[in-house]
């Protein structure tokens, strides 16, 4: 639920938010737009988790600086490759 995820970024900045398009309340995309209006989200990297193979919602997700995304339902050796790479990206950027 977006709501609850808002109200623990009120207390904790996590280190990569793994993000569904498809939630109660408010939408992925939705949230993913009110994170990157924030200071405080614009940077925090997001994986978005999608059911929907939908290359609109895609170029949507880009241009919001996904760090990357994963299609239902999950394959755990990509899900687990993919944060490797994220993980990996930040790592890069604190010694730069």
Do not use: W
Not at 59 to 85: E, F, H, M, S
Request: glycine share 2%; charged share 25%.
């Amino acid at each position: 639920n977006p709501k609850e995820g808002f109200d623990i970024l009120k207390t904790m900045t996590p280190t990569i938010i793994f993000l569904d398009m498809q939630m109660p309340v408010m939408d992925g995309l939705t949230m993913l737009k009110h994170l990157r209006a924030v200071k405080e989200t614009n940077e925090i990297p997001v994986i978005a988790c999608t059911a929907l193979a939908n290359l609109d919602l895609l170029a949507q997700l880009v241009k919001l600086n996904i760090a990357d995304y994963i299609v239902k339902p999950i394959n755990i050796n990509q899900l687990v490759d993919k944060l490797r790479k994220v993980f990996k990206s930040i790592e890069e950027k604190k010694t730069i």
